[in-house]
């Protein structure tokens, strides 16, 4: 909340992450904010990506709630923080390190979004342990450089279900029969959510990939 979480942010995110085996987590702020509705949608968002193995957490970097989790997440280990402008990267790395003292600010009236405020990653030593690396945020995510079987085979639990789909690691889980995948999300097992987020990135990859082999 302030600024809105976009329509499959995560899951476009993860689709970063996911191939290079990075281990990700989704990290909520700004929980002071939160009126139920919110803490409705961060439960829902939590009960999807929890079970598939993605730490989810909840914090307020300004009433410095949950940040015990958060050093957790960081100490001794090499992080990147990453999302949309204005959501609190910075902040949240200042209420854990204060003397950092990086420099943050207000989303701009008019347009109700982050201003792009840090205009370049950097890394910076934590005092309990581990670096974290503080970067711009992102306007959006595009994949120039994935086919559709590489979506199918990030999004985990496709991937882990798709050695029951008839046509194996070649099913894009859309119309092919017998498809374990289709199977799950009637069973209710695969997030709807995250079922229809896939078949929007496959679209867009399709897409794009039609009008690069058409302009030569
Ligand atoms: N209410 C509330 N505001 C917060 C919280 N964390 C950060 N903010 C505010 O959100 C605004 C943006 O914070 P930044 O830390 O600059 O955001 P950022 O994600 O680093 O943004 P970019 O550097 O532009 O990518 C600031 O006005 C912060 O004070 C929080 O937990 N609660
Ligand atoms: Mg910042
Ligand atoms: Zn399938």
Not at 2 to 20: A, C, H, S, V, W
Not at 57 to 78: C, I, M, P
């Amino acid at each position: 909340r302030n600024p809105n979480l976009k329509q499959g942010f995560i899951d476009r995110f993860l689709l970063m992450t996911e191939p290079y085996d990075i281990p990700t987590a989704v990290v909520f702020n700004k929980a002071d904010l939160y009126d139920e509705g919110d803490r409705a949608v961060f439960e829902y968002l939590q009960g999807i990506y929890e079970p598939l193995g993605y730490r989810v957490l909840l914090v307020s970097a300004l009433k410095r709630e949950g940040l015990e989790d958060f050093r957790h997440l960081l100490q001794d280990q090499t992080s990147l923080i990453a999302g949309q402008s204005g959501v609190g990267k910075s902040t949240l790395i200042n209420a854990i390190q204060p003397q950092l003292q990086l420099k943050t600010s207000e989303l701009s009236d008019y347009t109700g979004k982050g201003q792009h405020t840090t205009t370049f990653a950097e890394m910076f030593d934590l005092d309990f342990g581990g670096r974290i690396i503080d970067t711009p945020g992102i306007k959006t995510l595009t994949f120039n450089n994935l086919e559709p079987q590489d979506v199918a085979h990030n999004f985990r639990e496709f991937f882990a279900l798709a050695e029951h789909c008839r046509f194996g690691g070649k099913c894009l889980h859309r119309n092919e029969p017998q498809c374990a995948v289709k199977t799950a999300l009637e069973e209710g097992i695969v997030s709807e959510l995250r079922y229809f987020n896939y078949l929007a990135i496959l679209d867009e990859i399709e897409q794009h990939n039609y009008w690069e082999r058409n302009v030569m």
